[in-house]
């Protein structure tokens, strides 16, 4: 993560997202005008990608191997309309620009086994009274004589993290096509490389970034003009 400035001066948090092409591999229609598209993402050593996804990878045309395949389900288009076919790249830059709002989905960081203080913010017991050595504890589960159990669902000591979460509203605030960089204005599920799910809502807002602050601004080269000395 890393923050940038506005032009009004606001500062806004920034998640910066390597985004790949996309590789067509597969397409299906049906009957019912539904089109199946197996979709690749991930650059990927092609010697090292598994036997059969490695032939298909082959026979779409790609000397490039992936590290996932995911299908997309689209409604099939209009005659004259431009479709998607197999071999074709579809780069980011295609689909998202500036402003477009984004929903990201990814895993959450994977904790491991963790108590109900910091899985579920439990402030813990009393640190007088006696109790010296249940600072932390969860305490009373329940009643005895009734209902006689653990109500089921019971917040609880257990595994935490590496849960699915998605969190929308995001705004695409910049795009470096020559890094196939994307940066978004927030925290985005997941650690460090790990892979995300981005999703164009169809939204679009004005955001406009003070480059000159970030140093990315263009500089446009002087230019001479030449004369004639009378």
Known sequence: MSQAFTKDGKRLPVTKLKVSDNFVLSKKETQDKQITLEIGYGPKKLKNVDKPLRKQIEK?????????????KLNKTEEGEKTLEVGQTVAFTEILSVGDVVEIQGSSKGRGFAGAMKRHGFHGGPKTHGQSDRARAVGSIGAGTTPGRVWKGKRMPGRYGQETKTVAGLVVI?????????????????????????????????????????????????????????
Request: net charge negative.
């Open 174 to 230: 910049y795009v470096d096509q020559a890094k196939q960089e994307l940066w978004v204005n927030g925290p985005v599920p997941g650690f460090n490389t790990s892979t995300v799910r981005i999703s164009k809502t169809g939204t679009n807002k004005e955001i406009e970034l003070n480059l000159n602050l970030l140093g990315l601004a263009k500089v446009e080269p002087e230019v001479e003009a030449e004369g004639v000395q009378e």
């Open 60 to 72: 779409s045309g790609f000397s490039l191997g992936v590290k996932q395949v995911e299908g997309v």
